[in-house]
């Protein structure tokens, strides 16, 4: 039993380490959050006019066994919420000439109003499985006719668990092994705010902030640490148009808790507000190619692929990440998104 009891210790820290993804990152890696800002700042709830519903799937390390795989659902609306002189596609224009780009934000500001959401999150990391759900509410509010600021916050639960049962080992029927299921479940909060205009956007968020002391129990007793650490992001981005092209150019810094800071730096070229391209790079981790489309004004989906850079390209073949959004409620039938992008 003993060499049991020292299985399920090792196990349970490796799996542990690995779910950091890097240098003590607890939160899944998103190379699409550009298109759902939501997973990183619950301040973007109820952005928009209608309610946007998304569903995505990652395979992160290709090749590697026990590699994360990452599944989630969010949505997000507005209550009350009115765009002064915004238009929709369909809906009758001034025949002036202008540029093709960028029709659907020709609006000065919008009104004060909230935003609500939610986040269902499963992540599966070797035999550590991350599941969350989190509720989400925002207040939107325009400080002059372009730009607008608005707060958010997050709360709900997290729950890590390492399933014993199908943990190897040298002595199948150790009684540190006969099936049990580790489980550990904390309460979760965010908090953010994000500044943004029609062109350009800041946001600054904080994740996992309740930094509970409660520990991992193992069926013998053994404690291992199973702490939340705190995430912060900053992001910031502006867009600018060329003809039938839209470029924006963003940024995004990351920290989680005592361990350096990364960098992403990213690029997303968009065709006539349908089709877009994009690539990013990730520090120390990864470059990524996106690219997606908006097919009507309720779908659009987006996909990227990460070619892995740190120590373990070696083993790896890469990431994969897939993404569907629907639209619902459009009632300007938007196809293109004014503000999140």
């Known amino acids: 039993m003993k060499a049991g009891k020292y299985l399920v210790v090792v196990s349970l820290t490796l799996v542990w380490m690995a779910s950091f993804r890097a240098a003590a990152q607890q939160m899944p890696q998103f190379s699409q ?93 070797g035999l550590l499985k991350t599941s969350s759900v989190n509720l989400m509410y925002s207040f939107h509010l325009p400080l002059t006719r372009s730009i607008n600021l608005s707060s958010g916050i997050s709360a709900g639960v997290l729950k890590n668990s390492f399933n014993t049962s199908k943990a190897r080992s040298i002595t199948p029927t150790d009684a540190a092994l006969l099936g049990e299921q580790v489980n550990l479940t904390k309460a979760d909060v965010s908090i953010g705010t994000w500044l943004y205009t029609s062109r350009a956007f800041l946001g600054i968020s904080g994740a996992q902030l309740i930094n509970s002391k409660s520990d991992f129990k193992t069926p013998l007793d053994v404690s291992i640490s199973g702490r939340l650490i705190p995430h912060y992001f900053v992001t910031a981005g502006y867009r600018f148009s060329v003809h039938d092209l839209m470029f924006t150019p963003s940024i995004l810094y990351k920290k989680a808790g005592p361990s350096r800071g990364a960098i992403d730096l990213n690029m997303k070229a968009m065709y006539n507000e349908r089709v877009w391209i994009g690539a990013s790079y990730r520090d120390r981790d990864a470059v990524s190619f996106l690219f997606g489309a908006y097919v009507s004004h309720v779908l659009d989906f987006g996909y990227s692929y990460d070619l892995t850079t740190s120590g373990q390209n070696e083993n790896s073949a890469g990431s994969h990440e897939f993404m569907v959004g629907f639209k619902l409620n459009n009632r300007l039938k938007v196809i293109c998104p004014r503000w999140v992008w």
């Open 33 to 125: 959050y550009m298109t759902n800002s939501l997973v990183i700042n619950p301040a973007v709830a109820g952005i928009e006019n209608y309610m946007d519903v998304r569903a995505s799937y990652r395979k992160q390390w290709i090749g590697i066994e026990g590699a994360p795989t990452t599944f989630y659902t969010s949505m997000h609306a507005s209550i009350g919420k009115s765009d002064r002189n915004a238009q929709g596609r369909g809906k009758a224009r001034n025949t002036k000439p202008r540029s093709s780009v960028n029709r659907n934000n020709r609006f000065h500001r919008v009104s004060p109003h909230h935003g609500i959401g939610a986040i269902a999150q499963v992540d599966q990391a």
